[in-house]
């Protein structure tokens, strides 16, 4: 069998990470790239489908962070692209939470639950930063804990959407408060194939260049000092000098790919350590339109004696009219039930909420969609969490390289972890601390051998010229290989690979 060719770099994972760190070795002369894409498509938990003839996102969907003083970088990208986005407004959700049988919240009593639950998650987020012992917290006044379905709606939509904090979110103070919603028939990831295209070969908008290839499920990567070798699941082996892995947290923290060696202790502490967010958008497509819209009505809560059954709902009037689709979205451990049964199931439930709401005589739908994304072995989770209070060091080592294995993905963000921003950036941050890495080695390299060669000019030096055709044809970077062979030197062993890189054995 013929020995693996040899990159420079292999990056597993083409979602917005692996795409962008790609990009700025290219830019840089580093084109003996290989990237190895488990799926077969680039964009990772970026992802469109069509359903009820208009093109949904499955995973991320949203631009969060416009307006402000600094430019949001995605946000630049989709205006370079002339991607079709809404405005969207969360903020008039919470006047819009529907009970069990069909009515409203007034406003009064939905601002107060809301402003209750604020309070008491800002305290609880405090006490914890502020380390507070059994005792402090006995003596404080204890966060109350939400129990109607109005304040469990609340809650939900408080920590599994607006995330609140004691310190503000990166993404909003750095970029902008506004988020707008991706409504474009190309998909987000065209975005991707926009940076793909700038440094791979592509025709007729599809990638054809052979160095990234499709449906590779890397299993096993062995790492070394002096290089590295990726195993897929069909057999193929890869050798290069470096490697991304540009996977979700969720990949890292399942035995889909084998470390040989495993990899140290403290990395795997770091990657345990972060929590992985489920988020499942489900579609359906109804016959027509029986649901409130207009100004402030893009978004409704239901209200129910559990917490996240089918509470959070939006309708896609505002970025596909007509379209008569509804989404609603469930997180964490209702993903995963939903995930585990059929769409039948998750249709007859989904109806039965959409009829507390809506009345008993609205239309059945006529068509569901549910994405599958903890059960997907290539992404295990929507994005990563961090724990509230987390030692920066979990960032750093989660980030760290590991010899020759570098990391990259949204997860690597300390600022900006859990957005597609955060993803583009951790590319680019990763592309550019391995460029500087090869920058050093080879630096190394030149002093390694010029330590080799001085001695050995030295020598040479005083060896009889009475012979000048002994060393007249001889390069001076071959000197130290020739004169071993002659068995004129006593000097270490050095043996030169196929490849022409010195080995010291």
Known sequence: MDSPSRSSVIIVGAGISGISASKVLAEKGVDDIIILEASDRIGGRIRKE??????????????????????????????EAGLRTCLSDYSNARYNIYDRSGKIFPSGIAADSYKRAVDSAIQKLRNQEDGHDDVTSKIMEPPSTPKTPIELAIDFILHDFEMAEVEPISTYVDFGEREFLVADQRGYDCLLYKMAESFLFTSEGRILDGRLQLNKVVRELQHSRTGIRVITEDGCVYEANYVILSVSIGVLQSDLISFNPPLPRWKMEAIEKCDVMVYTKIFLKFPYKFWPSGPEKEFFIYAHERRGYYTFWQHMENAYPGSNILVVTLTNEESKRVEAQSDEETLIEAMAVIRDMFGPNIPDAIDILVPRWWNNRFQRGSYSNYPIISNLNVFHNIKAPVGRVFFTGEHTSERFNGYVHGGYLAGIDTGKALLEEMWKEKERKKENQSLLLEPLLALTGSLSLSQPDTVSNIHKCDIPTQLYLNGNLGIPEAICSPRGHIMTA
């Open 50 to 79: 069509q359903f009820g003839g208009v093109s949904v996102e499955l995973g991320a969907g949203w631009i969060a962070g416009v307006g402000g003083r600094e430019s949001n970088p995605v946000w630049e990208l989709a205006t």
